[in-house]
């Protein structure tokens, strides 16, 4: 039986100011010496690395997975919410993170709790 191959998930970059240090171009070059199929970033409420992400994942024949780490408030947006899939707001299943992201950064006051109407 072959070595099981391990991919990261859950990796905020540096673009989530409240707990990201990882650097784009440095994650791509660990995953790819050590050999990792894919990797995924999760930044807190927005998805600014995610085109530099891809572009350099190409170049280096690692599967980019993009998400979006939000917070979901039943009500308003300063009730404390839970970590959510993109896809709980109203049970839709079309809810997009890039949707939900765009709208939390332009309009909550730059945070990332999202809230459901």
Not at 19 to 26: F, I, K
Not at 65 to 92: F, L, M, Q, T
């Amino acid at each position: 039986m072959g070595r099981p191959e391990f991919v990261h998930l859950h990796v905020h970059t540096d673009y989530s100011l409240l707990d990201g240090a990882c650097e784009t171009s440095e994650l791509l070059d660990e995953a790819s010496r050590q050999k990792m199929p894919a990797v995924a970033i999760t930044d807190h409420g927005n998805l600014f690395a995610a085109a530099n992400f891809f572009n350099e994942a190409s170049k280096r024949d690692v599967k980019p997975i993009i998400g979006c780490e939000v917070y979901v408030a039943k009500g308003s947006r300063h009730d404390r919410g839970e970590k959510s899939a993109p896809n709980a707001a109203n049970d839709r299943d079309d809810w997009e993170p890039v949707s939900a992201a765009t709208i939390t950064w332009c309009c909550f006051a730059k945070t990332s709790r999202a809230t459901t109407i």
